[in-house]
C-alpha cells in the first residue's frame, strides 16, 4: 500500500465508524438512519477489515518467504567489491545491521562506517560544512559553481576523497585523511579510526522522515548523495517508506531525472524484500546500472533483478 493510498483508506475508515455511530445513536429512526443502513454500513465496514487483514498476513508471508532466502540470493554478488556504509542521525539500528549483514554475506570489502551527525544537516551548521569543505578539498577534486549548496559541495569532496574508480583511489591517503578528519573534529560526521578506505560503492541508510519536519536535512541527504555519485563512487540511498515521500529524501532524489537516472534508491529496508533489494541495488550500481526500488509509488520495481550466477 503507497503513502497515499494508505492515508486515504485510513480516512475512509475513520469516516465511515464516525457516520455509523453517530447515525445509530443520534438518529436512528429519520430517513436515511434505518436500522437496514446501519447493518449495511456495519457490514461494509466489515468487510473492509477483513479485506485489509487478509492483505496484511498476505504480505507478511510473502515477506517470511524473502526472509527465507534472502542470503542465498545475495551470497557472494559483492566479492572483492569495496563498499562503504554511511549512515544519518534517524537511520533505525535494526535496519542497519540487517543490511549490514547482508553485505557480509554478499562478500563485499568492508570499507568502513560514517555516521553524517546532526550538524551535517542543520542549517546553522552548512556555513561551517562549507568552509571546512573549500578548505580541505582534496587536491584534483572539483566542486560546482552552478550548485552551490553544502550537500551538494560535501557529496563532492568526500565522494572523490572516498572513490576507487577501476581499483585506484582518486585521492591520496593524506587528502583523504586530512578531509575526514576535518570534518570529524568539526563535529560533521564520525568514524572509528583507521577504518576508512576508498571504496567502489557507497550505501548510504537512511530513516523514514518524509522531510516535513526538516526539509533542510532531507535536501541535504539527496543532494549529498547526487554529489557523492558524481565523482564515479556508486551510491545506493535506502531507508524506510516515509523517506520516498515526495518531501523525503528518497523522494527527492526520485523526482529529478539527474537523481533518479544515476543515484539508486530502495524504500521499506524494514522489510525483507528492502534490504534484499538494497544488496541487488548495490550490485546493479557497481555494474553501472540504477534504479528506484521499494514499495512506495514512485519506484521502477519492488527489487532489481537478481543477477546471474
Do not use: C
Not at 446501519?38 to 477489515?49: G, K, P, S, Y
Not at 532466502?69 to 545491521?97: C, H, Q, W, Y
Not at 541535504?220 to 555519485?229: E, S, Y
Amino acid at each position: 500500500m503507497t503513502l497515499k493510498s494508505s492515508t486515504v483508506t485510513g480516512l475512509m475508515l475513520g469516516v465511515a465508524i464516525g457516520l455509523v455511530l453517530g447515525t445509530y445513536v443520534l438518529s436512528p429512526n429519520v430517513p436515511g438512519g434505518s436500522n437496514q443502513d446501519n447493518n449495511n454500513a456495519v457490514a461494509q465496514l466489515d468487510q473492509a477489515r477483513e479485506e485489509a487483514e487478509h492483505a496484511k498476513t498476505q504480505a507478511e508471508t510473502v515477506d517470511r518467504y524473502i526472509a527465507s532466502i534472502a542470503e542465498g540470493t545475495v551470497d557472494a554478488t559483492l566479492i572483492d567489491r569495496s563498499v562503504l556504509v554511511m549512515t544519518t542521525p534517524d537511520a533505525n539500528k535494526d535496519d542497519v545491521e540487517n543490511v549490514d549483514w547482508l553485505l557480509r554475506r554478499a562478500g563485499a570489502i568492508d570499507a568502513g562506517v560514517i555516521k553524517l551527525e546532526k550538524k551535517f544537516l542543520d542549517q546553522e551548521g552548512a556555513d561551517s560544512l562549507k568552509r571546512i569543505i573549500t578548505d580541505t578539498l582534496p587536491a584534483g577534486a572539483q566542486l560546482s559553481t552552478e550548485t552551490l549548496d553544502p550537500g551538494t559541495h560535501a557529496g563532492e569532496a568526500i565522494g572523490y576523497a572516498l572513490a576507487a574508480v577501476d581499483g585506484q583511489a582518486t585521492a591520496s591517503d593524506e587528502d583523504r585523511a586530512a578531509l575526514l578528519d576535518a570534518l570529524k573534529n568539526g563535529g560533521f560526521i564520525s568514524f572509528k579510526e583507521n577504518t576508512i578506505q576508498p571504496a567502489a560503492g557507497v550505501l548510504l541508510l537512511t530513516g523514514d522522515d518524509d522531510g516535513s519536519k526538516n526539509s533542510f536535512a532531507a535536501n541535504t541527504i539527496a543532494t549529498f548523495a547526487q554529489g557523492m555519485d558524481s565523482q564515479g563512487v556508486g551510491v545506493v540511498v535506502a531507508g524506510r517508506l516515509g523517506a520516498a515521500a515526495e518531501g523525503g529524501a528518497i523522494g527527492r532524489i526520485r523526482e529529478k531525472p539527474e537523481g533518479r537516472d544515476t543515484v539508486s534508491t530502495v524504500d521499506s529496508i524494514d522489510r525483507s524484500f528492502g534490504r534484499m533489494g538494497t544488496i541487488l541495488a548495490v550490485v546493479e550500481q557497481l555494474e553501472g546500472g540504477s534504479g528506484a526500488y521499494g514499495a512506495a509509488t514512485n519506484t521502477d520495481a519492488a527489487a532489481p533483478p537478481v543477477p546471474l550466477r
